[in-house]
């Protein structure tokens, strides 16, 4: 049976991803920060898979830290595929962009390395569509593809996350082409990542939407984001496994752009009695807020700028029919609300 070593299993995608692979008939190895972690992985897709699924005999668990090598051989051993989701993803930049560099980009190499030591030869690595959008469209594009790179030195291109994502990934296709050409690497590049989390551990994408209903912003900024749900990302993860025309190749996972404003709609729509604002709040404003808010600034570059993300290759390649935006951001606010993550 083809087993699969999985980094950042804890994650939000992470978790996902576990799920799927497990109910598609893999062994996974899951990757995880300590023994905590391993447990809330099992609790998180347990209630979710086949009555009488045997996880023990499906699902184990390796403790390893991406700014070490310790651990990655044994982690690596009697592995067919790697796939790669650890990274950090903060709402507000850091004020040492190394915090997440560094950690991205040797983390990345770090198991790249030890996939082909050990000689596996599938690679599935998870980056972002933040090292896909940070750059100028050419002349006459109106959307971003997957031959489209982001530019370290733009203005978009150098915010610490989306370099971070940039430089890890430019990093893996440089390994792989230099020193590991055997490899068969496959990277899925999401947008916002929304859809209800597998337990009440989340990152910083749904906490976007609890911001949203929380009310916390009486105004909202002119940005648009391009969302995709959380069980699409993890069935593009596990789809690209045994298909020929996926290795060598970058896929974006997204199932349409929306402004921050029509993402207020959607969601007031399916809870009215909420205080939800769907006012668009002058640029001029928000540079001033932003002096204050590391959330809010970090928006600054994208204020004004919408642009669309193409995920047709994802469509046609492998064969991914996406979850509608709104299904997935009520799927997303409802899971907040009955959690308990904002005040009724």
């Not at 067919?80 to 950090?88: E, G, I, Q, Y």
Request: hydrophobic share 45%.
């Amino acid at each position: 049976m083809t087993k699969v070593l999985l980094t950042g299993a804890s994650g939000f995608i992470g978790k996902h991803i576990t799920l799927q692979l497990l109910a598609a008939g893999y062994d996974v190895r899951a990757s995880v920060r300590n023994d905590a972690k391993a447990a809330e992985v099992q609790a998180a897709v347990a209630p979710h898979l086949p009555a009488g699924f045997d996880l023990g005999d499906h699902l184990d668990f390796v403790l390893l830290d991406l700014e070490s090598d310790s651990g990655w051989d044994h982690a690596i051993a009697g592995i067919d595929v790697l796939m790669h989701t650890a990274s950090p993803f903060p709402i507000a930049s850091p004020k040492d962009e190394s915090e997440l560099i560094r950690p991205a980009v040797e983390g990345t190499l770090r198991a790249l390395r030890a996939a082909h030591k050990a000689g596996v030869k599938r690679v599935i690595l998870t980056s972002s569509v933040a090292a896909v959008y940070g750059n100028d469209l050419p002349a006459g594009a109106t959307k971003f593809n997957e031959t489209s790179w982001t530019n370290v030195e733009h203005p978009i291109g150098r915010i610490p996350y989306t370099k971070s994502k940039t430089l890890a990934e430019k990093a893996a296709w440089d390994y792989i082409a230099a020193e590991a050409p055997e490899l068969e690497l496959t990277t899925v590049n999401p947008v916002l990542v929304t859809g209800a989390p597998l337990d009440k551990n989340f990152g910083s994408s749904v906490s976007v939407i609890q911001r949203i209903l929380s009310g916390k912003d009486p105004v909202l900024p002119d940005v648009m984001f391009s969302l995709v749900d959380v069980k699409d990302v993890a069935a593009m993860h596990v789809k690209s496994i045994g298909l020929e025309a996926a290795k060598g190749q970058r896929f974006i996972a997204s199932s349409t752009d929306k402004t921050f404003v029509d993402i207020a709609k959607t969601i007031k729509a399916a809870y009215p009695e909420r205080k939800i604002s769907t006012t668009l709040a002058p640029n001029l404003l928000l540079r001033l807020l932003g002096l204050f808010d590391g959330e809010i600034r970090a928006l600054w570059p994208s204020l004004g700028k919408h642009i669309g993300i193409d995920s047709t290759k994802a469509r046609t390649v492998l064969g991914i029919d996406f979850i509608s935006a709104e299904q997935s951001l009520v799927e997303t606010a409802k899971y907040v609300v009955e959690n308990g993550f904002v005040k009724a």
